[in-house]
């Protein structure tokens, strides 16, 4: 990935202003409780990618789907340090909420096959604008109050 897009991508929670779902919507790739957080990967869900290559989108249906990966601000944005395990037809990871939320709102990304920095569905209601243009979107999930 180029520099200027990972630095992009870092300051995603400074840049971006945050919108919270709707009251009952539920957020899409992401399942939160008191002490754990579930990042769960449905290709079927979503429709574009962008290569942190060559900066061309693609659809994710003309991908073949080798790995998965969620990055966010508690790994620098790796594309490669927190992969995912498939199960079924989805992709998943659970981890401890306090190795991931160190602010209120956190943003995160799905990266495929290391390469393919995954779009939030259009109509998601857990998405935020990543601070790097007008197309280029996060998801993110907020933390429970404690």
């Known amino acids: 990935m180029r520099p200027i897009l990972v630095l992009a991508l870092a300051g995603v929670a400074l840049a971006a202003p945050l919108a919270r779902p709707a009251p009952g919507a539920e957020a899409v790739g992401v399942a939160v409780t008191a002490d754990s957080v579930v990042f769960r990967f449905v290709p079927s869900q979503y429709r574009m990618v962008v290569s942190g290559r060559t900066s061309r989108w693609s659809r994710v ?5 080798r790995e998965v990966t969620v990055a966010g601000p508690w790994n620098q944005w790796s594309a490669e ?3 995912l395990h498939h199960v079924g037809r989805a992709w998943e990871l659970r981890c401890p909420l306090s190795s991931v939320a160190d602010h209120d709102t956190v943003s995160f990304k799905y990266v495929l096959n290391g ?10 209601p857990n998405q935020l ?9 996060n998801l993110f999930f907020v933390r429970p109050r404690r």
Not at 61 to 65: F, G, H, I, N, T
Not at 129 to 137: H, V
């Open 115 to 124: 390469e393919y920095w995954v779009q939030p569905p259009p109509d998601c």
């Open 129 to 137: 604008n990543a601070g790097i243009g007008d197309t280029t979107m």
């Open 61 to 65: 249906r003309d991908l073949a789907v």
């Open 81 to 83: 340090a927190w992969p």
